[in-house]
DNA sequence: ATGACGATTTACT
DNA sequence: GTAAATCGTCATA
């Protein structure tokens, strides 16, 4: 395994949401199983001066106080009453930018992935591409929740990226981001990307 | 103390 | 396509 380190993390939020794509996310469960997937969707979130953030406008609070934490930090929140969605913090300590991871391909304990996503949704179908196809499908799937908020996923034993494929620049493909609404420009921003024609991207 | 709402997902018309 | 589910967080009072 070649494990990513701080100096990964530590740059800009459009660069590191490139540079995810085809990284691989590494769980291990409470009870010791490995579970991974590989990167395939990400969202830039900008900070202070992106509308869309929930840093905006410099907002500190308890709910997002890790993504002012050093990079290669987990920030998880929990939304919409049910759901957990899991942001790579980035850039300098204390600058409050991350990257929204929205997609995996599953590639390691898809039995498990697909039990913890049956938990609550009995009636999804859990074919592999909709096991991690969505930012919070992905966290159901690993497991992921507010107890993992503020991991640093450098040094965790519990949660952390390993060197993937290489995605080639022409497979990248970007736009507007998803689930924002009423941030003017930053709404058509093209701060999305994922990997063209890979049938486990979200949507 | 209260109310509005969300970086979503799922089911249903 | 539209709507429901469901509750912690945040802004306002």
Not at 158 to 167: I, N, T, Y
């Amino acid at each position: 395994m070649a494990r990513l380190t701080r100096s990964f993390f530590a740059r800009g939020a459009e660069e590191l949401a490139a540079h995810l794509l085809g990284q691989r996310l590494v769980r291990i469960l409470p009870g010791g199983e490995r579970l991974a997937g590989i990167i395939l969707e990400t969202e830039a979130y900008l900070g202070v001066k992106d509308r869309a953030a929930h840093t905006f406008g410099g907002r500190r609070t308890t709910r997002n106080e890790a993504m002012y934490a050093a990079p290669g930090t987990a920030y998880v929140y929990f939304t919409y009453g049910m759901h957990y969605c899991m942001n790579i913090v980035c850039g300098k300590l204390d600058e409050p930018v991350a990257v929204l991871v929205r997609a995996l391909e599953p590639v390691e304990g898809l039995e498990e992935m697909a039990r913890l996503r049956g938990a609550t949704a009995r009636k999804a179908e859990l074919a592999p591409t909709s096991l991690c196809s969505g930012p919070a499908k992905l966290c159901q799937a690993l497991g992921i929740d507010k107890a993992d908020n503020m991991i640093d996923m450098v040094e965790s034993d519990a949660l952390w990226l390993e060197r993937g494929r290489r995605v080639p620049t022409a497979s990248i493909l970007r736009g507007a981001r998803i689930g924002i609404r009423e941030c003017g420009e930053w709404e058509k921003a093209p701060l999305r990307f994922w990997v063209k024609g890979n049938p486990h991207v979200s949507r």
